[in-house]
């Protein structure tokens, strides 16, 4: 164990009478409140920070021309959608905060001090450095302390360390805040209060924690290179009309239509309703997303770390195989066990042991005398029966101490404690029975060794997550033989260290390091955080379960938390992802579906960047080049809302996942998405050459059939960026996204047809329009198969 530093040490004086008031009063005044310290930001200026950035600017930037072209109904809805985003992050980010506050619920709210030579009974908050405080069964620890006397303590720390069983403790040994009493009463003297104490340290370490989301790098990414590319080419558009002595508003309000249909500023809210859309799976999986962004993160991770007891264990004790020594047989051990339990506690170690005696008949025929509960201080447990008219003196506990019980022989304490060794080498924690009958020499019957046996689904799902390209590694606060032996069955392997020697200071461990171990034991939730930190720092995407406030670091520091079934509300706080199921077969199922999701939006990227250089090369071109507008603004908003249902069914596609972890490549979005906009501004421009030159139409009659074009092959370009093969290969689209997009061609060629807000081209020239489209499609297709092919080479040399 650990023990912290003291705020300040308590004079030998002291001890006696206690504190007094006074130097209370100084001591808090110095040391502060014994209570969990958090930096807030102010609620004004934490929503005024969703309102600065290139996204937002980008919004902000659309509203100010709206404005100034008078465009209010334009200018209202871009607001709108601002104050939207703004509202959505600043909710989803309270939620993640509540971590320290869930925290702080957890700590005393009372205690048992003694002040001016009397015991009273005061706020913990209250409490200094140098306080007694008494502790009894079923308190909350008020701060960390230093044992003084009394019967000894058995203390439940599995939330702050995460062993997996009650720790006994004596005399001058410590005991943390927020841990809780098991058995026994003790005096102790306060040696850290507040965020000095190892609780403090580890809110502490959730205030600090939280890694950048990739998805919102990438999201950036996507929206400046939009932006630059839409700015410029605006600007030489507005120069342009300007040289050439075009009505100054009239020309804005092109500008203004133009860079809205082109600048993304719905790019946020359609990844976030993909991921939302893709939430609402996964809960149907048994995981409840608390962190939009963390979806995006799932489908990247490539290192799982997993703390052990409730996570890849059913965190129960469970009796293993005995260890005859010189009973019959396995029966009498366990039924000599049984007799020294106490059904109505709620003792793990006896509740495993009564477990394991179910179906025994003759238990109640044993007439109980007299029974003197487990003592922390001789460590064992008493039972004197009346059976079959014997008495018979029965004792439980640790093996020294019923070796000193039984007054056992030599030959007898040699066996046990060979068999002590084996147990211990295999991960085992043995307990001892002894039986002594009448006045006969007592026998020691055998061990009974306990465990915390692994789930049932959590080897089947390390398997599952190896062969999708996740790394595992065990991180746990138990001791070391421990982890290697349900490493072992769970097929993570052995290869463990334990973190005092992993953490020396001497030595700080790289990420390479880290990943060459199977796991860490005995580990504290800084060597958690920092394990997390380092391999991020790396580079690596790392994914962090937990169920205890020792996880709760990590979780928030880690790409993705993961709370288990059953974690403690400051773990689910600070996680991204909640399962609400036992176990981690879900989280196989979460990666999977994560990666579809990944697929969705990458598949979007493509398809709104090409979009955007499409039509806005196209629109500068021509006006530059032929000195002609290709689509008028009304086409421009047609196409823009037409193009809007088809995009929103992309989140309910059909996708593969990826056989491996999936990170965004901007550099293949941007190449792919480029030539494809490009063979779209080359087609266009190939209809309109037709259109003029080989047709002779009229201008008015050009712009419909350069808008009609521009909506059918746009929308049949959704249908290339889905997947990286032929648009052909499996999975299909989905029948939502199928419909919605041939129902959108639809309605745009009846506009086109019968001019609705456009002048009319009948029904051959839409036929025409159409079969250009299809053969530019296949062409399309083609490209794009060469291009990936020849990035897949680039990647491999």
């Given amino acids: 164990m650990m023990l912290n530093d003291a705020n300040t040490g308590p004079a030998p004086e002291q001890r006696d009478g206690g504190l007094s008031s006074e130097e209370a009063a100084r001591r808090l005044s110095e040391q502060g409140a014994n209570e969990i310290v958090e ?41 709108t959608m601002l104050a939207v985003n703004a509202g959505v992050a600043f909710w989803q980010e309270r939620k993640a905060d509540n971590a320290v506050e869930l925290l702080k619920k957890k700590l005393a709210t009372r205690a048992r001090a003694l002040r001016d030579g009397r015991w009273q009974d005061l706020p913990a908050r209250e409490l200094v450095a140098g306080d007694l405080i008494h502790l009894k069964l079923g308190d909350v620890v008020p701060a960390d302390v230093e044992l003084l006397k009394g019967s000894g303590l058995s203390i439940d720390q599995s939330a702050l360390t995460g062993e997996s069983l009650p720790v006994e403790k004596s005399a001058s040994d410590p005991a ?208 004197e029966v009346t059976l079959d008219g014997q008495a018979r003196y029965i004792a439980k506990g640790a093996p020294q101490s019923i070796l000193a019980w039984a007054n056992a022989s030599s030959e007898t304490q040699a066996a046990v404690e060979v068999q002590i060794d084996t147990l211990a080498a295999g991960g085992y924690r043995a307990l001892a029975v002894a039986e002594r009958i009448g006045d006969q020499p007592a026998e020691v019957l055998g061990l009974l060794p306990l465990y915390d046996p692994p789930r049932e689904d959590s080897a089947e799902t390390v398997s599952a997550l190896t062969k999708l390209g996740v790394s595992v590694k065990m991180v746990t606060g138990d001791h070391i033989a421990i982890a290697r032996q349900i490493a072992g069955q769970l097929g993570i392997g052995s290869n463990f260290i334990t973190a005092d020697k992993a953490f020396a200071k001497e030595h700080k461990m790289t990420a390479s390091e880290i990943l060459e171990r199977d796991g860490y034991a005995q580990v504290f939730p800084e060597h958690k955080f920092e394990i997390v930190e380092t391999l991020q720092s790396s580079d690596h995407l790392v994914g962090m379960t937990g169920d205890g406030v020792n996880d709760a670091p990590a979780l928030r520091q880690a790409d993705v938390g993961i709370a288990v079934s059953g974690a403690t509300d400051a773990a689910r706080a600070a996680a991204d992802l909640v399962l609400t199921e036992p176990g981690l077969g879900v989280i196989r199922h979460a990666v999977e579906e994560a990666r579809r999701i990944f697929e ?198």
């Fill in 39 to 79: 930096q807030r930001e102010g609620p004004l200026k934490k929503i005024l920070s969703y309102f600065w950035g290139p996204i937002p600017w980008m919004i902000e930037a659309a509203a100010v021309l709206s404005a100034l072209a008078r465009d209010w109904p334009d200018f209202l809805i871009i607001l």
């Fill in 176 to 383: 943390y805040s927020g841990s809780i009493v098991r058995v026994g009463e003790m005096t102790a003297v306060v040696t850290a209060t507040g965020m000095h104490t190892y609780f403090g340290k580890t809110a502490a370490l959730v205030e600090r924690a939280g890694a950048p989301s990739h998805f919102q790098q990438a999201v950036l990414k996507i929206g400046n290179a939009l932006i630059v590319a839409t700015l410029v080419l605006v600007a030489i558009i507005l120069a342009y009309g300007w040289l050439r002595g075009d009505p100054l508003l009239e020309t804005m309000q092109f500008a203004l239509i133009l860079t809205i249909a082109a600048i993304p500023v719905a790019l946020p809210a359609v990844l976030s309703v993909t991921l939302a859309v893709g939430a609402m799976t996964l809960s149907r999986l048994g995981s409840i997303v608390s962190h939009l962004a963390a979806i995006e993160e799932l489908a990247g991770i490539d290192v799982l770390c997993s703390d052990k007891t409730g996570t890849l264990t059913q965190n129960r004790l469970v009796v293993g195989t005995l260890a005859l020594i010189e009973a019959k047989d396995t029966e009498q051990v366990l039924f000599a066990a049984a007799l020294a339990c106490e059904p109505e506690s709620n003792d793990p170690i006896d509740t495993s042991i009564l477990a394991a005696v179910k179906g025994v008949d003759n238990l109640a025929r044993a007439q109980i005398d007299k029974f003197t509960p487990f003592d922390p201080v001789s460590k064992i447990a008493e039972v």
């Fill in 600 to 797: 969705r939006m990458t598949a979007y990227a493509i398809f709104r960047i090409s979009e955007t250089v499409r039509v806005l090369l196209f629109m500068t071109l021509s006006i530059l080049v032929f000195d002609f507008y290709p689509v008028t603004a009304a086409m421009i908003v047609l196409l823009a809302l037409l193009n809007d249902f088809p995009i929103m069914m992309i989140a309910y596609d059909n996708a593969r996942p990826a056989p491996r972890p999936v990170r965004w490549d901007m550099r293949r979005v941007l190449i792919l998405a480029s030539v494809l906009g490009t063979l779209g501004v080359i087609s266009s421009f190939g209809m309109f050459w037709i259109a003029e030159s080989i047709w002779e139409l009229p201008r008015p009659t050009i712009q419909t059939l350069i808008f009609l074009k521009l909506l059918v092959a746009g929308h049949l370009t959704i249908y290339l960026t889905r997947n990286d093969g032929h648009f052909w290969d499996r999975p299909f689209p989905s029948l939502k996204l199928f419909i919605t997009t041939e129902l959108t061609q639809v309605v745009g060629t009846f506009a086109a047809v019968y001019g609705w807000f456009v002048e009319p081209i009948g029904w051959t020239l839409a036929f025409i329009v159409w079969g250009y489209a299809i053969v530019w499609f296949l062409i399309n297709n083609m490209v794009k198969r060469l291009v990936l092919h020849h990035l897949v080479g680039i990647q491999q040399r």
